[in-house]
């Protein structure tokens, strides 16, 4: 039996829980891919952690460049997220004729081209099933299963953190930072959870998932990003009381003629859809194809065990590939430089939308917004106005859905209503995604 | 470029979308792959469907030895359905070293073994996405992405005429005979309906997931099988409006200790639960597995372009091996010839149940039944009875859900109360899946 030998770099919950996941079904796993499987190296650069686990594995260092230039080394298991020096050490891995296993969505969404270009020059592969919805094979299903596809949209509800606490605000009437508090209790959201609240997370996935769909590096800049944090309970409360709908934070790409719609946004979705009930750290992404129509793909997107679970799923495949001397002759990755994309800025883009404008509490009011919403040809679907529920030291709540309408068309009404003398605070607004 | 020779055999619904399909994405087929792509021959028994494509394609045939015998053929892509001699098709193919791609189910399911063992034996490739779920990648998911997982559950919605039948009698309130007739007119079941109906195709599925989930052939004299001919609508309608269930048929294989539970047959499900929503033609898997917790998979399960999808998909990834000299050095389903699975009998089993029992309408009817389940240490966790909502020739429906319970000790009072002079008809009883 061909011995395989990894070098592992970044020894946090992930590589604890492959090295554990490895222990555990070791026996079906070396028979699945007919090798044995070694860690001739575990790296970190707290070597604390390492003293742990010295027994179970070869070598352990705290230094990545002797696992990438390691001759025994044939998967680098790159497990330490951020760019740098991530992006390092999958560069000097691959010039060191390595085959690559990542979990990191930074990296890869901010490196594309140079990473998959490399790969092909130097015929070795780079899988990264973990870095979007952790255990969901729904990479390798884009990049594969799917591939017979014209892709016309992709929404996921990408992001644990953020998915955390919306559930909470939903469910328990709490608000956004009450809400992170409790995350950053339960460790579902860092000490510093920018990335993942302010959207850029979302954004790092929807990048690797529409640039396997679209066959084309799509890059950050390219992506629309709007966070959770200025999300008030009494806009979730709302919609779902009044309208029926859930606010989730969606990543979406939709072909749109010849040019593309992408953006990370809270959205407001049916409450009946089955993206409403994903909740806390659970993950969900509809494919849609011109050939299979909608795929949902629905699991847990976070969590040292279901990441895990891709990185040793990965690991196997390649693993497979290498003792039959076939690793990197097919790229995983379809990539057409020369493919150019054209995008619709948010403004170009339509729907329909939640509104909230707070408003002076007397006569008029209504048909003054009206008046604004129709001459900037944005059509009101609902109404709804009572008393607050809410203490209000901003004004009465007003809301509406209006029916499709251009978003450029509705920032101009919001303006001009936001200057008027009877609103008392900015006017709140979130595009509903009927996901049909 | 090079070009891959395809070899198509069966140009039913999906054959001809699988051609469509070639058309229409042509480009970005060729591009993601590498190579051209050519059909050598088409091949189906009525030449009346060839006349019409006979000049899309290099040559039309009635005989299917022709094309597993053709030096230029590459692919061999059986999607005649049925035994034979879809068997001897892809036999006789392997043994001429083709690869094969087939939407098959049956023919897997009953020859597992014969033709994985000559796949390996040959280094061919046999694809078979489309034999599961259509255009669902849940076949690739099993076998690759997921992997490293000891798989612990695979419960699904595997067959689309079944559901459909279903959906109407949940939501239109028709009995099981007016929503065959209903599934007939709109092409969602065949004339001689009997293998999907009596659960034999959720099976033939259950089979390939199952073979693949555990590595080893699960047989289908292992499954327990039972159909929906018999549901009657007014227990759609008590499980619904009484106890907030819908029923479904499910394929389930769950590990218990050492042992697999093996069934199909029709179950309650939660109405909150997402295979709850899965309606129509659709269809749902969930995957639990030691590492990536539950997964759960929905799509369209029927239909000629969702399996075109998987077809061509399948097709792609072959042909991108064919052209790197790689395929069939992999073997693409992991098989452990010597692994033995002990299995539960249905009555060896546990679960929660759903009783309608069938009563003259007279007192004590309802201490004799409890006394006689007690008898059996069968606990009753909720009772229903009242006027019956239907007209009722045979007794007064008493309802019972119960606690947790071994299926042989259900079925030994059932016997007992059905041999009660009280007792007017059979009592009917369905399996209760929390799928939790």
Redesign the interface.
Known sequence: MKKINLGLIGFGAVGN?VLK?FE??RD??E??IGSSIEFSYVCDKNSARLREIKKKVKKVTTDWHRVVKSQSVDIVIELIGGENPARDIIISALKNNKNIVTANKLVLAKNWEEIFSLARKKQKLVYF?AAVG????VV??LN???????INRIIGILNGTTNYILTKMTREDIDFETALKHAQKQGFAELNPKLDIMGFDTAHKLSILTSIGW?TWLKLENIYVEGIEKIAVEDVKFAYNEFGYVIKLLGIARQIDNKLEIAVRPCLIPK?H?FA?VDNEYNAVLLD????????????GA?G??A???V??D???LA??I????AG??PYV?Y?PAKKLSFLSVEQTEGCYYLRFNMADRPGVLSKISGILGKCKVSIASVYQKEPLFKYRRGVPVLMLTHSTNESALKEAIDEIDKLKITKSRTVFFRIEELK
Chains 1, 2 share one sequence.
Do not use: H
Request: charged letters at 20%; glycine letters at 12%; a positive charge.
């Open positions: 829980n996941l555990r079904n079906s796993i028979q699945k099933e952790a255990g969901i094979p390798q299903a594969e299963g799917l591939a017979a596809n014209r066959s009946t089955p009930s194809g011109d050939a299979c129509g909608e795929i949902i793909f629905y699991g847990k969590g065990f279901p895990a679970s891709a040793v799923s690991i196997m495949f497979r590939q003792s039959a001397g076939t002759k097919i379809s057409e």
